[in-house]
């Protein structure tokens, strides 16, 4: 028996079966999640960006780093992506979107994989979704240069935990060795380490500010081309520049 063919009780046992849900979707008029703390999650969130992606995803293909229950995943399967992929190391969240897709009829392939194994894909996608899963990594510099080097072929959309100052100063390409107060502004580019728990969450390893956030983008290669909400950017992949010399390098040659 699919999931398309499922009475609305045998749904409902499943659903309480796969929980808790992080993800509150809508199967057949059931809701996995309707208690949410962040209310009608992610939906609500979704709302003030969806229009940035593009509405008609005909022929495209779309990768969901991260992909929890599947609602990004889903998203762009209506919008009419020709594949979709989704990713995540959490078994529990893997079975959830296997069934989410089950019962809507969406032909939607879930692997599990880390954002540090994309390289293993060999492929590379239209849209990268790569949503609240930055601040869970203790890698996330390599995990966005993984991204744009293995599967990232042309966008991005991009969302990350913020906190700290919401403003972004001006950085100089260079500073002299001595010239500190810049590292005491609220607007220069900060990441912060979490070692223990945030919001008892014990994956929530880094939160960067707005800035830092920005120049992490483009230190990847990503040029961000809308910011529709606050922690959500809409990016286009950049192509790869030459690789600068580096110090030691020009210290070998200068010998």
């Known amino acids: 028996m699919t999931g398309a063919t499922l009475s609305t009780e045998e749904i409902r046992q499943r659903i309480d079966a796969l929980g808790p849900w992080f ?30 992606v593009p509405a008609n995803l005909e022929g495209k293909t779309v990768l969901d780093i991260g992909c929890n229950a599947g609602f990004y995943a889903l998203e762009m399967k209506r919008r009419g992506a020709a594949r979709v992929l989704g990713l995540d190391t959490d078994d529990e969240y893997l079975a959830q979107a296997r069934f989410a897709a089950d019962v809507t009829g969406l032909d939607i392939e879930f692997r599990k994989l880390s954002a540090y194994d994309v390289g ?12 609240g899963v930055l601040y869970h990594l203790r890698h996330p510099l390599l995990a966005l240069d993984l991204i744009h080097e293995h599967v990232a072929a042309d966008l991005l959309l991009f969302q990350s935990m913020q906190r700290g100052d919401s403003g972004v100063d001006h950085v100089d390409s260079d500073y002299d060795f001595w010239t500190t107060d810049q590292f005491d502004s609220p607007g220069y580019p900060r990441l912060h380490f979490i070692e223990h728990k945030y919001a008892e969450d014990p994956t929530n390893w880094w939160v960067p500010n707005r800035a830092c956030v920005e120049a992490m983008l483009r230190s990847s290669g990503f040029s961000i081309i809308a910011h529709p909400e606050d922690e959500v950017y809409f990016c286009k992949r950049l192509a790869p520049r ?12 200068a010998r």
Do not use: C
């Open 23 to 52: 993800h509150n979707l809508d199967l057949n008029g059931i809701s996995t999640a309707p208690s949410h703390f962040l209310g009608d999650y992610p939906r609500v969130k979704w709302r003030h960006f969806a229009e940035v």
């Open 120 to 131: 293993q894909l060999h492929e590379r996608f239209d849209l990268v979704i790569f949503m």
């Open 242 to 253: 030459e690789p600068a010399t580096s110090l030691l390098s020009e210290k070998v040659a």
